[in-house]
């Protein structure tokens, strides 16, 4: 069964009773060569593989053929009339159905990866909940080696922006804390059905062993790096001093400290400052 196949998919969607949900991100690949490269890209046989958001198995069917064992996450039971069919003939999968963002990860990939050499996630993400699902996967430090997503073309640019730049957010230095991020290759939006407003990137995420940097208390980093990107357009000193009620001065001091302008930005500051800043806070 070819499931990139529009008409395939019609024909099994009406038979299904089914109809796409946009608030799930239901937009399914019909693209036959993305998901041959992101099963590529992801995993190899001695891995087991994780995935968020099978739809009608379209990328299940390629990491079950890549990967040792594929265990896929799917809140849209309606699905349970599908999946059944579709991957009939892959009997390394198991399809769980509930919330990625809900339920116990870490022990999914016990309790179903024992025999794997390393696992992977690989999705192809609902947009609406791309960021929430990347960081919960990051900071929950679940045993995985690497994150290969598709998501959105300007979520990817800023996931895997350098930091410091113009694109950073907060989100690009928790990713740059975590992992080593790449840019795959993008995947226009004609290659969905229904097309979404906007084109996709697939990105991938090697999980480091350890921080590229020294960090004594992660809360209060985390949390000086949210407040630097509250109001991309203010200094820094301003910015931070209203989110988190910080004097000015005692800011002005920690910025003299580290050597940094006291008329900085916050999106300005790189991995390595923002670290000794938030000690000096
Ligand atoms: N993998 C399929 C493909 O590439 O065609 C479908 C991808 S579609 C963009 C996203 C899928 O994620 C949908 O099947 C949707 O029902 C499912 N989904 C949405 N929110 C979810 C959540 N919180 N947890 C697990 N699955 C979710």
Do not use: W
Request: hydrophobic share 40%; proline share 4%; glycine share 4%.
């Amino acid at each position: 069964m070819n499931l990139s196949d529009i008409n395939t998919i019609n024909s099994l969607l009406k038979k299904a009773g089914f109809s796409f949900k946009k608030s799930l991100g239901q937009n399914f690949l019909i693209d036959s060569s993305v998901c041959p490269a992101m099963a590529e890209a992801s995993c190899d046989k001695t891995c087991g593989v994780l995935e968020i958001g099978p739809g009608i198995g379209v990328l299940t069917k390629e990491l079950s053929k890549a990967a040792k064992r594929v265990v896929a996450i799917e809140l849209d039971e309606r699905l349970k009339k599908i999946l059944p069919i579709t991957l009939a003939d892959c009997d390394n999968v198991e399809i769980i159905y509930g919330d990625a963002l809900k339920l116990d990860l870490k022990t999914i990939i016990t309790e179903h990866f024992s025999d794997c050499e390393k696992v992977c996630v690989c999705a192809n993400l609902p947009y609406y909940v791309t960021s929430p699902i990347v960081m919960s996967l990051l900071e929950s430090r679940l045993p995985i080696s690497s994150i290969t997503v598709m998501v959105q073309k300007e979520a990817a640019e800023r996931l895997c922006a350098e930091v410091g730049s113009r694109d950073a957010g907060a989100v690009t230095v928790a990713v740059s804390y975590y992992a080593k991020k790449e840019i795959l290759f993008y995947v226009d939006r004609t290659s969905f059905m229904p097309a979404p407003n906007v084109d996709s990137a697939v990105i991938k995420l090697d999980i480091l062993e350890k921080p590229p940097i020294m960090v004594k208390d992660e809360e209060k980093f985390f949390k000086l790096t949210k407040a630097c990107f509250a109001q991309r357009r203010k200094t820094l000193v301003n910015t931070v001093s209203n989110t988190l009620k910080i004097d000015k001065q005692t800011l002005k001091n920690a910025l003299n400290e580290v050597g940094l302008s006291e008329t900085v930005r916050g999106e300005q500051l790189t991995l390595e400052q923002l670290a000794s800043l938030s000690e000096y806070i």
